[in-house]
């Protein structure tokens, strides 16, 4: 345990959130002075998968947005002392809280079927399909080894309003891994009752990248943290003896292919964000598909195999990126110089932008779910423009109305997918043809569901490795026990864990919310499972 923090240099790799809120945690909790800390990131942006760029005139995008809800204990505590990205005298706790005390999530449209609403207030599970639910929140995660959800649940079980809403809510698939949708039923087994109109989700005020990666970025800038951009460290050396792990140096290649190396002296520390979920994504356009790339295209990924070589306590990466068609799911993001179709779908919905969620069109051959989020979306969003965000789970399947895979479509083509379902053709078609459609921009992601891959005990790396003595993992792929990955809470947690880890701050890690054990609340989601 470090004690002399105002010594130590600090390199975070990577700069996703779960590098930023380390960078908070180092100053503000460890002592490490700012300039001290060095964020090593290989694009020219941060953030990670808490995207959102673009403009009014060419469109915007955002790649996914993450789901939050009230107990992420660690990302609020985290936030509570960033100022936001409008006001500096209210933090971004601060505006989020209040942002959906006005705007409260209260879905009315979320399953349909044929263009019409469908009656969720049942999940429709049988007493079989109950049983086997409940029965999972007690089976110990070891004895789950890496089976998937299909191994332990009735086929019937896949065709109710419960799995249509999980899928696609969280973005479980069949095979993904039954112990993450096991830690998912215990750790948000309080959210269940109101899980089909999607109660109890909350969302940031405008699209994550701006609501909180800005606010972080403008804090470490502030106090001095160096934020070392188009730097990719493509290994990580280690003097690894029988009672002791140390890095000992980075191995770093700018944009133009010249080569580096980072010294870890004495006091020196390196903090590694393993895998990625956004890695190698591509973007389309309204006329181009966009191309699904490999693990070669991949720093992130090729970062942590070569690390994983090294020791087996460093992880399995192979688990969760060597299956791509597995893993990979499409989103797009549309823009519209027009109202008519947030229009159309405030009325259809009964939802205003910004609570309703997801909607998911069910006889949908990708699986398609749109998002209407409260407007503007972005800071630089006019008033006349609106835009909205969609994915498909199975885009490798042939669209119902545009016989292609959704991999292979343009956003234009995407598009007339949508209106199909949602019987909006003509509606949209003048529109459409006014030119009043800016862009609809998809993206191939091929690690997106890379995190819910079935895996066991030690393919994810301990955040601190036994004997680990200068150095930790981040981020979704580093272990976190009890909680949930594809959350940011996830993230910040891992970065809470290192900080408080490997430095003397007088706070422990705050417990992840431990709902499972409060009777009323099993009461309600048992009561809720059996409608």
Not at 2 to 29: M, P, Q, R
Not at 119 to 148: M, N, P
Not at 381 to 392: A, E, L, M, S, T
Request: aromatic letters at 12%; charged letters at 25%; hydrophobic letters at 40%.
């Amino acid at each position: 345990m470090n004690t002399h923090a105002e010594n130590a240099t600090v390199y975070l790799v990577g700069g996703g959130i779960a590098s930023l809120a380390a960078a908070v945690y180092l100053i503000k909790d460890a002592g490490v002075p700012g300039n001290n800390i060095h964020v090593l990131e290989q694009d020219d942006i941060l953030g990670g998968a808490c995207d959102g760029s673009g403009e009014p005139q060419k469109g915007f995008l955002v790649r996914g947005g993450r789901m939050h809800e009230k107990h992420y204990e660690c990302y609020w505590d985290l936030l509570s002392n960033i100022p936001s990205y409008d006001d500096p005298n209210v933090s971004v706790t601060e505006e989020s809280f209040e942002f959906n005390s006005r705007f409260v999530s209260n879905a009315q449209a979320r399953l349909l079927r044929d263009g019409r609403k469908l009656d969720v207030s049942s999940f429709g599970l049988s007493l079989a399909d109950q049983a086997d639910l409940l029965k999972l929140t007690f089976v110990s995660e070891h004895s789950l080894g890496d089976k998937r959800i299909e191994d332990w649940f009735s086929h019937e079980f896949f065709d109710t309003n419960f799995w249509y809403i999980w899928t696609t809510m969280f973005a479980f698939q069949k095979w993904s891994s039954l112990a993450e949708m096991r830690r998912y039923m215990k750790r948000f087994i309080h959210l269940v009752e109101g899980l089909h109109r999607l109660g109890g989700v909350l969302r940031t005020r405008y699209n994550q990248y701006h609501s909180v990666i800005v606010p972080l970025q403008r804090y470490l800038e502030k106090r001095g943290v160096h934020f070392d951009m188009h730097q990719q460290v493509v290994d990580v050396d280690f003097d690894i003896a029988a009672d002791a792990k140390t890095a000992t140096l980075l191995r770093v290649v700018d944009r133009d292919g010249k080569e580096d190396e980072i010294v870890l002296g004495d006091n020196h520390y390196v903090f590694i964000t393993n895998g990625s979920i956004t890695e190698s994504t591509d973007t389309g356009a309204w006329d181009r598909a966009p191309v699904l790339k490999d693990k070669s295209s991949s720093g992130a990924w090729t970062l942590w195999e070569r690390i994983a070589a090294k020791d087996k306590s460093f992880g399995n990466p192979g688990v969760f990126c060597d299956n791509i068609d597995l893993q990979k799911w499409y989103s797009f993001t549309a823009t519209l110089q027009d109202s008519t179709f947030h229009d159309y779908m405030e009325n259809f919905s009964g939802n205003t932008d910004g609570t309703g969620g997801l909607v998911t069109m069910t006889d949908s051959n990708w699986l398609m779910s749109i998002v209407i989020a409260r407007q503007p979306h972005f800071p630089n969003q006019p008033k006349d423009v609106k835009i909205f965000w969609g994915y498909g789970l199975y885009p490798d399947r042939k669209g119902n109305y545009v016989k292609k895979k959704m991999s292979e479509c343009t956003g234009a083509e995407i598009l007339e997918e949508l209106w199909y379902h949602l019987k909006v053709q003509d509606l949209m078609r003048p529109v459409v043809d006014a030119g009043k459609v800016i862009n609809c921009i998809p993206v191939a992601m091929p690690f997106i569901d890379s995190l819910f891959m079935p895996r066991k005990q030690g393919d994810r790396p301990l955040v601190i490795p036994d004997d680990a003595t200068n150095f930790a993992f981040l981020g979704q792929f580093a272990e976190a026990p009890k909680d949930c990955v594809f959350t940011v809470e996830y993230s910040v947690r891992t970065a809470m864990m290192a900080v408080y880890g490997h430095f003397e701050t007088g706070r422990e890690v705050i417990p992840v919310y431990d709902s499972i054990h409060n009777p009323l609340v099993l009461m309600k989601a048992a009561k809720a499972i059996s409608r």
